[in-house]
């Protein structure tokens, strides 16, 4: 290969070169000298002095696992305990608490807002102390490996906008996902696997939906673009040769294939072509990786344990923590899981229940197993939804049964590993739950934050397009020095 | 490895002075008597330097000092201590000893900035302009065309029209000079492509190959110019412009039907509208004096943006967002400009300010529609709604291509009658209600003349399409080049602002954009020109020297070599085999979909829920009547970069990945018309030499070299081995698609024919437009 590689450099201006790279030429021997990671590098127009796969600076972590819970799961039935609403069960939100916030289309009209207290009992765990509910043991196993941040809060109310914005920075749609930066700033370490992808799965209670959107890459080159897994016969589409074909008869057609692909470029010299080869070598060597990766049969009965049996039923959220585990280990930079069902506008005690039966074990065993394989400390792991829960009843009331509307102020997620410090519980809400009484961090501080773990600073991880610098954190974000170890 | 090593930083090191090279040519070839040139030189670096801090938006400037203009950047500055620009003395100019200093409390851009400091040529730049007098110009795409006289140049026996002049005149400055013509079967597949979106039948390259009038290549090009599928083929862009989609987009993502709309869109570029109109009805087309149906029907254009169904929006917050949407539109597709940013602040770059956003904002902002109409299965339409019966279909709508008697409804634009007042929105935000504005357009772009034009959208239809207006050709005519020739002469399609690309010839932009509005903006008339042109017809081949000297092809040197748009792929790939469905309009169609990844996404709510695959047919549709579901577009066209239709796109991607290559080994679509075509060449009895000679035409439209006929013959050969001794391996093979098999063929034969098939599929070449 020594030699078109040669000539295809030389037929390149640096810049030209270097973005021609990434969107095709992908040779691990040439990619790997050149920088690290190189593969998946856009070319930066914008001159932020980013070097193709290279971190601004010394990295905690390297991967990230973001377990989201598409739908905003309650923090009040699971970590932000308020023993007052329980007191003033059924009286109305005080006018003064409430503060003029905004109020989605599904409450706007209701007369009051009943307080409603969580029917779950919670107890302290772990040295932290930090009070977890009896809807997560397994999460309670792993208080002092985790960082739990009560202190979220986000600009948006409606589920569409606020996946949006935890997934881009911006409401709007069509900016590049958290991942696809990622890939983008950090490159990949594996050149058989996208650099980031994405699996889903649903638990029964009442869904929103996910959207491609979510993982687009908007302006960067398609190659940061969120893979799609799927729990179908091809893990990732059209990965699956047609039946009838074996690999020798892959092959074969392959290298008949390049043969004609050469001519053409004998003919043509256009490097593209020379790219287009090296992109078929790389779907074939996919298409052992993949399904390689996706295989669960070989995990021994103490993985199988730890996860839960349905770690072995494909689409399971309990099947993608495994997968993401594996993914990671295999070096994908960003591996997002979405889980849906946590929109609990009514009968939320039932639903929540089911929702975390789907996601405690796994997500518990996550941390876990990259704990006991020594990848903890630098896989960032994450755990939330897009934004909380009202402390006040949505709909019919009753002692055991109540919904709750969406509450942006104040909610809680997780954090583990990569460089986060354990066993922490960051920020406070007052009595009512409603309000942030200290440490807030605001979606873009989170963002900043977890590129920050990943050795990039969020100012100038920017990419030029029509004009304009963007960066994933838009114009603000600040770090939540708080919670870095 | 470690002379890989070596040769990739050579590469580098050289790719470096190549660039330094080429670009010390071009100053030289602009400026020639070594003026330095404020448009192409300066003002490209202090709008990136210094315009964030130091340009048009009045909040975040900083020091009080304002760059862009002459008159403040000469003027005392703010603390009293000397002047930023002293025109004619750099040292005394406080910009020059700023931009020169080593001190991290002095220098500019500053440290916190992230911009970096100037490199030696910029600072010279800045220097010699300084000593030249620091003379501004006007930002040349906000001053109006014209014509400047044809360039000279030394071999005007290559010129086939006027275009040539410009990009020969350019190609001689740098030392380049042109590609010999490209071979005819290269050309008609050009042409083709550019024109109908669609390989050249056999039929067709043979007429052309046996052609020897003097004006054969204008007859095919008017040819082809006159089928349908030239109409669908120009749509595909404004598709992507007009964001069209065939679902809501939010959340619940349920159905529309915007279809007919698409329908109009071909038909006007099949009855060859003039563009003026064209922008005119769809901006405006319900407040023309006379409007019809039709008229309203083009503004569709308007309400393509997504539309919420969740339950529990703030109604006020979307319809602001929409109109947003359709502001956005308007400027990107249209006038080439990206202003968001003064939806929240002055626009640092452009002197665009956030009230000109919301005055222009302003036109829309008196629509009818609502931020929330209904939610999932509320309905295909959302107020304001045109309806069309049957018995208009037949007699106004000869173009729609309706699927059955019942009535079509589409979103539409109309005012009301008792519209908001428009406030500056602080921040963007749709309730931090400030200043109330009136509707007006850009005044940085020209002056929106309210004796001249009614303060609604058919005076800024009038605005956008008056030829003092200069942006509207300029960019149409930009886009259109792009699309034929692979990249704009402006390369930013969507930013003709300052921080946009400048123009690679600046002079042949001008000279088309006057002479498209000259000639009434006869859009096929503007694509003949393109086509018809020397500069068009070079062949594609490329030399060491070439791509030394430019390697993307700036200058034209050589003939457009580019992968064909994801539409493009399927419409070859079902051409070629001849499963094409040649039907014009219609609805959109589900073709052939990996299984589940609707279902995996979906909230279980609306029509969309389940993807529900279409027989027959519609399986066989051109790729722009592929379903948009936005919240899950047609992945294997994603794969290929095609717009996701969330926000009016001006100019796609063009990658180059794995996905892509999966896509086309493993997609039903081609397994299935390697599959036909097999089966159909097995019941003839024709050598396979000439068996695989007529395949490589139909697919790859010119004749296969001795190497390829020898490298595919032989891999039929091993393949035919292998179906031979098992005959139910090659059933196994042939079972894919819904099309019907031919009667009679011999399985194992067609088996090794429908892989060899396959791999001429898979060759660069078949979908690449060179």
Redesign the interface.
């Known amino acids: 290969m020594?030699k078109p590689?040669?000539?295809f450099?030389?037929?390149?201006?640096?810049?030209?070169?270097l973005s021609r790279l990434s969107?095709?030429l992908?040779s691990a021997?040439?990619g790997s000298?050149?920088v690290p990671d190189i593969f998946g590098k856009g070319g930066d127009e914008g001159?932020?002095?980013l070097i193709p796969g290279q971190p601004h600076f010394a990295p905690k972590a390297k991967r990230v696992i973001y377990l989201f819970q598409n739908g905003a799961p309650s923090q009040f039935e699971l970590f932000d305990h308020k023993p007052l609403l329980n007191k003033m069960f059924g009286q109305d939100l005080p006018e003064s608490v409430r503060g003029g916030q905004?109020l989605?289309?599904?409450?706007?009209n209701q007369k009051n807002f009943p307080l409603a207290g969580s029917i779950f009992n919670f107890a302290r765990y772990g040295a932290s102390g930090a009070e977890i509910s009896e809807l997560l043991p397994y999460t309670s196993r792993i208080v002092d490996d985790i960082c739990i941040i009560k202190s979220m809060h986000t600009d948006a109310?409606?589920?569409?906008p606020a996946l949006t914005f935890f997934q881009t920075g911006a409401q709007?749609?069509?900016r590049p996902s958290m991942g696809s930066w990622l890939s983008y700033g950090l490159g990949s370490e594996n050149q058989n696997l996208p650099g980031f992808c994405v699996l889903?799965s649903?638990g029964l209670g009442n869904?929103?939906?996910?959207?491609?959107?979510l993982w687009?890459n908007g302006f960067l080159?398609?190659?940061h673009?969120g893979?799609?897994f799927?729990?179908?016969?091809?893990p990732?589409?059209?990965?699956?040769?047609?039946?009838?074909?074996d690999r020798a008869?892959?092959r074969?057609?392959l290298d008949?294939?390049a043969?004609?692909?050469q001519?053409?470029y004998d003919?043509?010299?256009?490097?593209?072509?020379m790219?287009?080869?090296q992109?078929?070598e790389?779907?074939y060597r996919?298409?052992t990786a993949v399904p390689e990766v996706a295989d669960m049969s070989k995990e021994p009965e103490s993985v199988v344990k730890m996860y839960g049996p349905d770690c072995l039923v494909p689409?399971t959220y309990a099947a993608n923590c495994l997968l993401a585990r594996k993914l990671s280990e295999q070096g994908v930079r960003f591996v997002q899981l979405y889980h849906?069902g946590w929109d609990g506008h009514a009968a939320l005690p039932k639903e929540i229940r089911g929702q975390c039966l789907d996601v405690d074990q796994a997500s518990a065993a996550l941390v876990t197993d990259l704990k006991q394989r020594g990848l903890l400390d630098e896989t960032l792991v994450i755990w939330g939804g897009e934004f909380g829960r009202t402390n006040y009843c949505q709909g019919a009331f009753t002692q055991d049964n109540y919904g709750r509307?969406?509450h942006p102020r104040a909610f809680t997620i997780w954090m583990a590993g990569g460089g986060v410090k354990p066993g922490l519980v960051y920020g406070e809400t007052d009595d009512f739950g409603y309000n942030i009484v200290s440490n807030p961090v605001h979606v873009h501080d989170l963002h900043a934050t977890i590129l920050n773990q990943l050795g990039l600073d969020h100012?100038?991880l920017?990419f030029k397009h029509?004009?304009?610098r963007y960066r994933l954190t838009d114009v603000s974000g600040k770090l939540v020095k708080g919670i870095i170890a | 490895m470690r002379r890989n090593l070596t040769y990739a930083l050579l590469a580098l090191m050289l790719g470096g002075l190549i660039m330094v090279i080429l670009k010390k040519k071009i100053t030289g070839a602009r400026t020639g008597s070594g003026e330095v040139s404020y448009n192409y030189e300066v003002r490209p670096i202090l709008s990136d330097k210094c315009f964030a801090c130091h340009g048009p938006d009045a909040n975040k400037r900083e020091a009080g000092l304002r760059l862009d203009m002459a008159e403040s950047a000469y003027a005392k500055l703010k603390d009293g201590k000397g002047f930023a620009i002293v025109p004619g003395d750099p040292e005394a100019s406080e910009v020059y000893r700023r931009i020169t200093s080593a001190d991290p409390g002095y220098v500019m851009p500053t440290p916190e900035s992230h911009l970096s400091t100037l490199n030696e040529d910029e600072i010279l730049v800045l220097k010699k302009w300084i000593t030249q007098g620091a003379k501004y110009e006007p930002h040349w795409a906000f001053t109006v065309p014209v014509q400047q006289p044809l360039p000279e140049v030394d071999n005007p026996d290559w010129i086939k029209n006027e275009i040539d002049r410009f990009t020969l005149s350019e190609m001689e400055g740098l030392g380049l000079s042109p590609n010999e013509e490209a071979d005819r079967a290269q050309l008609l597949k050009r042409l083709s492509i550019d024109l109908t979106g669609l390989a050249p039948s056999l039929e067709l390259q043979q007429k052309f190959l046996d052609d020897d009038s003097e004006n054969a290549y204008e007859k095919v090009v008017d040819e082809l110019m006159s089928q349908k599928a030239y109409g669908e083929r120009m749509a595909l862009h404004w598709l992507d412009v007009a964001r069209f989609a065939d679902s809501y987009g939010y959340q619940n993502d349920d159905a529309r039907t915007q279809w007919a709309w698409r329908d109009w869109v071909i038909h006007a570029f099949n009855s060859n509208m003039p563009y003026d109109r064209f922008v005119t009805w769809q901006l405006a087309g319900d407040l023309l004096p006379d409007a019809n149906k039709e008229h309203i029907l083009a503004t569709a254009f308007l309400r393509n943006h997504k539309i919420t169904e969740e339950d529990g929006v703030i109604p006020e917050e979307y319809r602001v967002e929409y109109h947003l949407d359709k502001t956005r539109t308007f400027t990107s597709g249209l006038l080439g400009l990206t202003v968001e940013c003064a939806q929240c602040h002055d626009h640092k770059y452009d002197p665009v300010s956030q009230e000109d956003y919301y005055r222009l904002f302003a036109f829309f902002n008196s629509s009818r529609e609502k931020g929330f109409d209904g939610s999932a299965g509320s309905g295909p339409a959302k107020t304001p709604v045109l309806t069309i019966s049957n018995t208009e279909v037949k007699n106004l709508f000869s173009f729609i291509n309706a699927p059955d008697t019942s009535q079509i409804v589409v979103s539409v634009m109309g005012e009301s009658e008792t519209p908001p007042a428009t406030h500056v929105l602080n921040r963007g935000v749709y309730d931090a209600l400030g200043k109330v504005v009136t509707a007006g357009a850009l005044p940085a772009v020209m002056k929106f003349d309210s004796l001249k034009y009614p303060k609604n959208r058919l005076g800024l239809a009038q605005w956008t399409v008056a030829k003092e207006n200069p942006l509207t050709a300029r960019v149409f005519v930009n886009q259109v080049w792009q699309e034929i020739f692979g990249q704009g002469l402006v390369k930013s399609t969507g930013d003709f602002g300052m921080q946009g690309d400048l123009p690679s010839h600046p002079a042949l932009l001008d000279w088309l954009a006057v002479d498209f509005m000259n000639h009434g903006w006869n859009i096929k008339r503007l694509v003949k020109q393109l086509v018809v042109s020397a500069t068009y017809r070079q062949s594609s081949k490329t030399t060491r020297e070439k791509q030394e000297k430019d390697p993307e092809n700036i200058y034209l040197s050589r003939g457009v070599r580019t992968r064909v748009p994801a539409e493009l792929i399927r419409d070859i790939v079902l051409s070629t085999s001849g499963l094409l469905n040649p039907e014009i309009g219609g609805p959109s169609v589900k073709p052939y979909q990996p299984k589940g990844i609707w279902e995996a996404t979906t909230a279980n709510r609306g029509s969309l829920a389940r993807y529900v695959q279409d027989t027959d047919g519609l399986l066989y549709r051109r790729g722009l009547y592929t379903f948009i579901k936005l919240t899950l577009p047609p992945p294997a066209m994603i794969i290929f970069d095609a717009s996701n239709r969330d926000h009016c796109e001006v100019k796609r991607q063009r990658t180059n990945t794995p996905l892509q290559a999966l896509v086309m080994l493993n997609d039903p679509t081609v397994l299935e018309a390697s599959r036909v075509l097999a089966e159909r060449m097995s019941t003839r009895t024709i050598p396979l030499d000439k068996q695989i000679t007529e395949l490589f035409r139909r697919i790859v439209c010119r004749n296969p070299t001795a190497n390829e006929i020898e490298l595919l013959t032989d891999y039929y050969h091993t393949e035919l081995a292998t179906f031979s001794k098992d005959r139910k391996k090659a059933q196994t093979v042939l079972n894919v698609g819904d099309h019907l098999h031919e009667a009679h063929y011999e399985v194992s034969r067609a088996a090794a024919l429908m892989r060899t098939i396959s791999t001429i599929y898979n060759m660069e070449e078949t979908i690449t437009k060179s």
């Open positions: 020594e590689v040669f000539d450099a030389m037929n390149s201006t640096r810049r030209h070169f969107l095709g992908g021997a040439l000298l050149l001159g932020s002095g905004r989605t289309g599904m409450t706007a109310i409606n589920h569409d709007v749609g069509n889903l649903r869904g929103q939906g996910v959207y491609s959107k687009t080159d398609s190659v673009q893979v799609q799927s729990s179908g016969e091809n990732v589409l059209y990965l699956g040769d047609p039946e009838g074909m008869e892959r074969r057609m008949k294939l043969a004609l692909n001519g053409t003919e043509f010299g256009d490097p593209e072509i790219a287009k080869i992109q078929y790389m779907a996919m298409q689409g849906q509307d969406h100012e100038k920017t029509q004009g304009r």
